[in-house]
């Protein structure tokens, strides 16, 4: 049996390690084996590494990544071997509530993540950080034009098509609007807004290479570190004397919303989408929100068609934005610490590792 190699995380605080693991000789229908030829490190990921979010282990970690499909079952005529994809973060049954009814597939009843499972799950070729996965017969896969790199094609699956599916609920037109991060999300956020034609978007962040980068996709820069955050304002009020048509929250910092809401005009759309853990009780009273009549939503994760979109986003706009600046030249898979501890260290929005 053919074997492909693996680093396998066993649960914080211990290294991962590497391992050959079996590649499956036969397909069921509709499932899909996919060389890896370059995968991105997530925070998510990084927060399972050190424990702050728990998952199954031992898992094969990493859901963001593009490759070239190598064999497939039966069902999937559309792919021909050798066609170079992405493909969605979650497999969904198709046939549950969440599916059919609620338009929500990333929350089907029978819900599986690439990347958060156990090795125990299926073929366990179930991450990114591997030389090979086995895509399920529910998972929507995307061919990735030829003008999109495998750096800038690596983080698709994840930043920017769940940025996609939170702009898909900002009313238009959205003219003025802040952005409270200038991580993937955010810059990912900035260059969607300026393509919808938003005429100022403002992007929030403490440091200073972030924002520098916030500049080169469409945001104007706003120093947030206290004692400068104050004077930076003064900007986003000139533009948006009332308020600005929409926040978009991808911070993960709950004590940024009572300002979020402060910029806010009347009628205002706040997106939710970086608080994803449990130290995230919202400084807020209900008074603020209905005196404004503020629209809240919270967006996780995204649905077939925001992937489809957001690939079609990258190609139309590859030229437009420094995309590639975003990830860092590759680890080799061997080198999984090294890439996670270079990732920590938050010089690059993305840290690349390449079988």
Known sequence: M???????????????????????????????????????????????VSG????PTPAILGHEAVGRVLRKGRGRPELAEGTRVTWSIADSCGRC???????????????????????TNGSGLNGCYAGHILLRAGTHIV???????????????????????????VPAPCRTAVIQGAGMLGLYGAALLRDRGA???????????????????????????PGRYEQARARIEQAAPRGVDAVIEVAGKADLVPEGVRLLRPGGHYAFIGMVHPNSALPLTGEAVIRKCLTIHGTHNYGPEHLDEAVAFLARTVDAYPYESLVSAPYRLDEIESALDAARSQQWARVAVAP
Not at 52 to 55: D, F, M, V, W, Y
Not at 152 to 158: G, H, L, Y
Not at 203 to 211: A, K, M, N, T, W
């Open 97 to 119: 509530p969440a599916c059919t009814e609620f338009g929500l597939p990333q929350k089907c009843d029978a819900l599986f993540k690439y990347g958060h499972a156990a090795v």
């Open 143 to 169: 061919p990735v034009p030829d003008n999109v790199s495998d750096p800038m094609a690596a983080p698709i699956n994840c930043a920017l098509a769940t940025m996609v599916n939170a702009l898909s609920y």
């Open 52 to 55: 702050q979010r728990t998952e």
């Open 2 to 48: 053919d074997t492909t190699t693996v680093q396998i995380f066993d649960g914080p605080g211990q290294p991962l390690r590497r391992e050959a693991w079996p590649i499956p000789e036969a397909l069921q229908d509709g499932e899909v084996l996919v060389g890896i030829a370059l995968a991105t490190i997530c925070g998510s990921d990084l927060h399972t």
């Open 199 to 225: 005429d100022a978007v403002f992007c929030v962040d403490v440091q200073e290479g972030r924002l520098e980068l916030a500049e080169s996709f469409g945001a104007t820069p706003i120093d947030g570190r």
